[in-house]
C-alpha cells in the first residue's frame, strides 16, 4: 500500500507535491516532518498545524522552550512593517506570562499592544507593557501639544445624533436595554459643533439626561 509520496504534480502548472496516505488506505493521516530525529512540525488530515510540539490545540499551534515564543508577519512593500505576536515566559526582558503585539525591532513600551493575565480577567495595555487595569493607556504629551488617548467619533451629519460612552452595574450588561448611564457627544449642527450631555439611570429604567453643556 501506498502511505506516502513526494513529487512533482502538473495540472497546467509545475508543483510539489507532498501527500500521505493518497489512496486514502488509512483514516486520520498526518504528513510529519522530522530533523536529527525529533519531530518538528505536522499537519493533521484536517488541516490543523502544530509546531515544534505533537500536540494541537486547533489550527495552527506552535510552542518553543524560549523567552518569546514569536509569529511574525513582515510585508516589504512599500510602508510595509514587521509585526511581531509574542507569548512570553523565562527570563524575557518584557515580563512573563505575557502576550505582546509590537512592530518593529525596537521593544519599547510606546510601541506595545500588551494582554496581561489578571488572575480572574485578562488586562490590555497600549502604550505599557504592565496594564493594571482592564484596559491601561499610556501616552506621551507635550506641553502646548496633547495626545489624545481615546477618539469617539459620530460618523452621521445628522442633527441630534449621538456617540456615547456609557457605564453600566452589576447585571446592566446587555447594552440593548438601554440600562446604563453616559456621557454623551450631541450633533447640533450636522456638522462638527456638539453639545456634551451627562445622564443617569435609575434602578430598572433607562437613562436620563442631568446636565447639558451647550456648545453654544
Same mark, same amino acid.
Given at each position: 500500500?501506498?502511505?506516502?509520496?513526494?513529487?512533482?504534480?502538473?495540472?497546467?502548472?509545475?508543483?510539489?507535491?507532498?501527500?500521505?496516505?493518497?489512496?486514502?488506505?488509512? +483514516?486520520?493521516?498526518?504528513?510529519?516532518?522530522?530533523?536529527?530525529?525529533?519531530?518538528?512540525?505536522?499537519?493533521?488530515?484536517?488541516?490543523?498545524?502544530?509546531?515544534?510540539?505533537?500536540?494541537?490545540?486547533?489550527?495552527?499551534?506552535?510552542?518553543? +522552550?524560549?523567552?518569546?515564543?514569536?509569529?511574525?508577519?513582515?510585508?516589504? +512593500?512599500?510602508?510595509?512593517?514587521?509585526?511581531?505576536?509574542?507569548?512570553?515566559?523565562?527570563? #524575557?526582558?518584557?515580563?512573563?506570562?505575557?502576550?505582546?503585539?509590537?512592530?518593529?525591532?525596537?521593544?519599547?513600551?510606546?510601541?506595545?499592544?500588551?494582554?496581561?493575565?489578571?488572575?480572574?480577567?485578562?488586562?490590555?495595555?497600549?502604550?505599557? +507593557?504592565?496594564?493594571t487595569a482592564k484596559l491601561q493607556i499610556h501616552t506621551t504629551t507635550n506641553a502646548g501639544n496633547?495626545?489624545?488617548?481615546?477618539?469617539?467619533?459620530?460618523?452621521?451629519?445628522?442633527?441630534?445624533?449621538?456617540?456615547?460612552?456609557?457605564?453600566?452595574?452589576?447585571?446592566?450588561?446587555?447594552? #440593548?436595554?438601554?440600562?446604563?448611564?453616559?456621557?454623551?457627544?450631541?450633533?447640533?449642527?450636522?456638522?462638527?459643533?456638539?453639545?456634551?450631555?451627562?445622564?443617569?439611570?435609575?434602578?430598572?429604567?433607562?437613562?436620563?439626561?442631568?446636565?447639558?453643556?451647550?456648545?453654544?
Amino acid at each position: 500500500e501506498m502511505l506516502g509520496v513526494v513529487g512533482v504534480w502538473s495540472n497546467n502548472e509545475n508543483s510539489l507535491m507532498i501527500a500521505a496516505d493518497p489512496d486514502n488506505l488509512r +483514516a486520520s493521516s498526518s504528513i510529519v516532518f522530522t530533523n536529527d530525529g525529533t519531530e518538528t512540525m505536522r499537519i493533521s488530515s484536517g488541516g490543523d498545524t502544530t509546531i515544534t510540539t505533537t500536540t494541537n490545540q486547533g489550527g495552527l499551534t506552535i510552542t518553543s +522552550a524560549t523567552d518569546n515564543t514569536t509569529l511574525r508577519l513582515i510585508n516589504t +512593500a512599500t510602508s510595509g512593517q514587521d509585526w511581531r505576536l509574542y507569548s512570553t515566559g523565562g527570563s #524575557s526582558g518584557l515580563g512573563v506570562g505575557k502576550l505582546f503585539i509590537k512592530v518593529g525591532t525596537t521593544e519599547t513600551a510606546a510601541r506595545l499592544v500588551s494582554f496581561v493575565d489578571g488572575g480572574s480577567d485578562i488586562k490590555v495595555g497600549i502604550g505599557t +507593557a504592565s496594564p493594571t487595569a482592564k484596559l491601561q493607556i499610556h501616552t506621551t504629551t507635550n506641553a502646548g501639544n496633547p495626545e489624545v488617548a481615546a477618539f469617539l467619533v459620530n460618523n452621521s451629519a445628522t442633527i441630534n445624533t449621538e456617540v456615547r460612552l456609557a457605564f453600566a452595574a452589576h447585571t446592566n450588561d446587555i447594552i #440593548s436595554t438601554g440600562r446604563y448611564s453616559y456621557i454623551s457627544a450631541k450633533n447640533t449642527t450636522g456638522s462638527n459643533g456638539q453639545d456634551l450631555v451627562f445622564a443617569t439611570n435609575p434602578t430598572g429604567a433607562s437613562a436620563t439626561p442631568k446636565l447639558t453643556i451647550t456648545s453654544g
